[in-house]
């Protein structure tokens, strides 16, 4: 028994990998050893493959708008989670936890948990929501 | 009486079954990632070079690697190459296609679950496609069974990466793959010959189980957006030196830089020796020289069928293209003049309609000398010559150096562009000073086939024509607009098909390639002009060095003189 589990665990876990890995290496893009956290404005959301993308509008220090870009997973990998392209919606104020890209001009962070003001919906607090 | 019937019945079953009989792959197969787990599954972190037999072009080009290229339009859907795609997880399925009479088998279809590949191994004794044929992300393959060993040839395969740490494989890659079944698994097997950016042939192997439930794919349904707001013309790149992140990997593991940078020799087990006596350095080699450029004036001119109404005639000198239809026939480029004669009769041959439009992407002589044999077989709706067309530009070049009248266009355009309709479709022509200050660009909107003239090659590195007014950015510019209107089919092969000036049938997969080749390169030549170097200094420090195998050496040499001596100007 608790080999059949242990095989459907890994058939999971690989064919998460196999979505997980097309497209780019995360390492390459992010700093995975560092976190940081926005809050702002959702004004697009791209849920599709390879990865879905959040943009927010962000206020800096300087009071100015900065848009930024949220890589979450594939739609696949999102929608075996419970996530669809409802989820989430044009003026959302969201709060982002994630990994900040390592060029810091391009305005990006790779999320590893979200949490929406309006009504407290989060995503990354529950086991399996994370983007691999 | 019974036992005799029956030996009678066995033997016209003997009879009628073929005489072949190989070793069944069909099925649906699952990877196994016990070996090589780490590179397979998660993936790799920066600067993972171990284990593949790069050559210092390959070096370059993976230093050189920003992963941020991937999210570039072009980038982001495309697949990974045959070469690559079996290293990652993955299921397949193998089925035959048999011929209906005679039951042999014509061909396997493979059906790649990640990516949504799909290959044909074709078993019936076809040849491979010419040079000139498209690339695609799986290549063409063609098997034979070997005893109970499947052998499987693939060419024409595009260029991606061996690794996504930024090891390049070229599109001159050779895959040879065996297929080894025992019982319920599969072994895979894959030698893959790269004569740019290897030294010597990559071999790796998988293993595959047999699925009892397949169908487990992923279905990609990729979809490119603007997923970073960042200028889509300006490609992400590390200058030589300059990549901050290229020692992660052996930092990570406590390896010597020079061993994961190691190449061939670092794959062979005599290798520790040299790590346990603390002098891990290795010389990665050279890749060979890249054959000569093939003659591209052949003694025939072949037509080859690109898509709608628009063919390819190949053998002339530079890549002739032709539309016909109901309306007449339009020729864009005429070749060399040795081959005038046969170009006209290539013409002939696809359509016996009157030649009623040219045009001429420049005014170089590979390109028109063929202007005036086909443009006085043609005849306008006024009863005159066929019409060239080309940017006012090739004009005053053809004026400068004393080119016959007939052979000159009369129907120019100084404006950035112009459009017109034949054969029941809208025809662009784009005006870029990119190869010479003359050229264009032509699309045919409805066969959805655009015609690059030179600034888009396949055979060498960019040809800037300084006297004839030449300029880099005005080639990546004219690149670009063509990354503007080439669309690809889903999955990244086909869709739009360009004819280079010289070379293969394209699609943006190709486009893209060149003009980050052509980025790059300026990138790295403008920082040594920034730096004050000279001329002879900039061609020391090789900065075409993960091209050169590709385009060639000598045509690099006057690539990078041009460049520098433009951007010198700037300065």
């Keep these: 028994m608790k080999l059949k589990l242990f095989v459907s665990v890994l058939a999971v876990a690989l064919l998460a990998a196999s979505q997980a890995r097309a497209h780019h290496s995360f390492a390459a893009t992010y700093l995975e050893d560092r976190t940081m956290q926005i809050e702002g404005k959702l004004v697009q959301f791209q849920f599709r493959n390879p990865h879905s993308f959040i943009h927010l509008e962000v206020k800096d220090e300087k009071g100015q708008v900065v848009r930024w870009s949220v890589e979450w997973g594939g739609a696949g990998q999102l929608g075996s989670q419970g996530v669809t392209n409802e989820t989430l919606k044009y003026g959302d104020i969201v709060t982002i936890i994630g990994n900040p890209g390592r060029v810091a001009e391009d305005h990006r962070i790779r999320m590893t948990s979200l949490r929406r003001k309006s009504d407290n919906f989060g995503w990354g607090q529950r086991p399996g929501e994370v983007v691999n | ?571």
């Design chain 2, 1 to 571: 009486m019974l036992r005799v019937g029956l030996r009678a019945l066995f033997l016209v079953l003997v009879i009628s079954t073929p005489a072949f009989s190989q070793l069944n792959i069909v099925g649906e197969w699952a990877g196994r990632y016990h070996e090589d787990q780490g590179d397979r599954v998660p993936g790799d972190v920066n600067g993972d070079f171990t284990g593949v037999p790069i050559n210092e072009a390959g070096r370059r080009y993976a230093e050189s690697w920003d992963v941020r290229r991937v999210n570039l339009l072009e980038h982001q859907c495309q697949p990974y190459n045959l070469a690559h795609i079996y290293r990652g997880p993955l299921q397949f399925r193998i089925w035959e296609e048999k011929h209906p009479a005679t039951q042999e088998i014509i061909a396997y279809k493979i059906f790649i679950g990640t990516y949504m590949q799909s290959r044909t191994i074709w078993m019936d004794g076809r040849p491979h496609p010419p040079a000139h044929a498209p690339h695609t992300f799986m290549g063409f393959s063609t098997g034979k069974w070997n005893g109970d060993i499947l052998t499987v040839r693939t060419t024409h395969i595009k260029k991606e990466f061996y690794r996504r740490s930024g090891i390049p494989s070229s599109d001159l890659t050779t895959v040879v793959e065996h297929y080894i079944r025992h019982g319920n698994l599969l072994s895979h097997v894959m030698i893959i010959t790269d004569p740019v950016y290897l030294s010597e042939p990559y071999v790796n192997s998988q293993e595959f189980g047999l699925m009892d439930r397949g169908n487990q794919n992923w279905l990609y349904n990729c979809e490119y957006k603007m997923e970073v707001p960042m200028d889509q013309t300006k490609v992400p790149h590390f200058l030589p030196g300059a990549n901050p992140v290229q020692d992660e990997w052996a930092k990570k593991f406590g390896l010597p830089l020079a061993g994961v940078w190691g190449g061939a020799e670092s794959t062979y087990p005599e290798y520790m020796t040299k790590l346990a006596a603390n002098t891990p350095a290795t010389t990665l080699r050279s890749g060979p020289a890249l054959p000569p450029r093939p003659n591209e004036v052949h003694t025939e001119v072949e037509a080859v069928h690109v898509q709608g109404n628009v063919y390819m005639l190949v053998g002339a000198g530079a890549n002739i293209a032709v539309q016909i239809g109901d309306e007449g026939v339009l020729v864009v480029d005429t070749g060399v003049a040795t081959m005038r004669e046969k170009v006209l009769a290539a013409i002939r041959k696809l359509s016996t309609k009157p030649i009623r439009w040219m045009i001429n992407t420049s005014a170089d002589a590979d390109h028109t000398s063929g202007n005036e044999t086909v443009s006085q077989a043609g005849q306008t709706l006024n009863g005159n010559p066929a019409d060239i067309i080309a940017h006012e530009g090739v004009l005053a070049r053809m004026t400068e150096l004393n080119r016959p009248i007939t052979e000159r266009p009369l129907n120019t355009y100084f404006e950035d562009g112009r459009d017109f309709s034949f054969n029941g479709e809208a025809i662009f022509l784009y005006h870029f000073d990119g190869h010479t200050n003359g050229d264009s660009i032509v699309y045919f909107r409805g066969s959805d086939v655009l015609v690059a003239g030179d600034i888009f090659l396949t055979t060498t590195f960019p040809v800037l024509d300084l006297p004839a007014g030449g300029s880099v950015d005005g080639l990546l510019a004219g690149l670009n607009k063509m990354l503007q209107i080439t669309v690809p089919k889903w999955l990244q092969d086909g869709g739009t098909y360009v004819i280079p000036g010289h070379g293969r049938i394209s699609d943006e997969a190709d486009v893209v390639e060149f003009r980050d080749m052509v980025y790059i390169v300026r990138d790295r030549i403008q920082d040594m002009v920034k730096r004050g170097m000279t001329l002879e200094q900039v061609k020391a420090a090789r900065p075409t060095l993960d091209y050169d195998g590709r385009y060639g050496v000598e045509s690099a040499t006057k690539f990078v003189e041009t460049v520098y001596k433009l951007l010198s100007e700037k300065k």
